[in-house]
């Protein structure tokens, strides 16, 4: 029996929706504009984490389908009773980089068409809109784009990334437990772009660098 429902606003691609029933609380995704390769990637992507223990569960049909079509495609998944992570401490943020390493172990098999994302993008050099008043940034951008001079491209592990390892799309529970969420730029690419996200998200902001817990 249907009981209650929340619209997540800052969900900006797809529309998102928190619905409470009298077995439970779930989220339903509609998915507005992604084709179907994508979809299908994605929810393989979710239910492989799920038989890891890595994902909330997905519901399927009696068929063993995960994506409905009523009007538009959508899924429904178990709801993850977690809030947004803001902050990590050194311990923390270790446990976060095992859990990732985990993540990106279990669905390495699997497969996808690559899309407009570029192979090696992120070692172009690009101009930043960053304000960081504490930071000396023109040094800074001259030692990274050093620093990725000397990067061996082809020596970097590649493989099925979340994309956008922002604090919005991490979740934790009062047991400490830990998923993702919102797996819409998921792609292959360099493992470790993930982290490299991950940190500056959480590690750098405009008022401070979190040069220990970084390291």
Known sequence: IYKSHNHFAHA???TIYKVKTSKGTFIIKLFEHEEKDTIDFQIKIMETLGENGL??????????????????PLM????????????????????????????????????KN??????????????SSFNAPTIHLDHEFKLLHTALKEIKEEKLKRG???????????????????MLCDWDDA???YLVYDLAVF?????IKPQKLYTQTIK
Request: hydrophobic share 35%; no cysteine; net charge positive.
């Open 12 to 14: 900006l691609s797809n």
């Open 55 to 72: 994902s909330p569960k997905l519901y399927t049909t009696k068929s063993k389908k995960a994506i409905l079509h009523f009007k538009k």
């Open 76 to 111: 429904i998944q178990e709801y993850f009773e977690g809030k947004e992570v803001k902050s990590l401490n050194i311990k923390e943020a270790k446990n976060f980089g095992i859990f990732l390493a985990q993540l990106h172990n279990s669905i390495k098999k699997l497969h």
């Open 114 to 127: 690559q899309t407009h994302w570029k192979i090696g993008y992120q070692f172009r050099r690009k101009e």
């Open 160 to 178: 099925i990334i979340h994309g956008d390892l922002s604090g919005s799309n991490i979740l934790r529970n009062s047991k400490g437990e830990v």
């Open 187 to 189: 792609r292959i690419d």
């Open 199 to 203: 940190i500056g998200n959480m590690f």
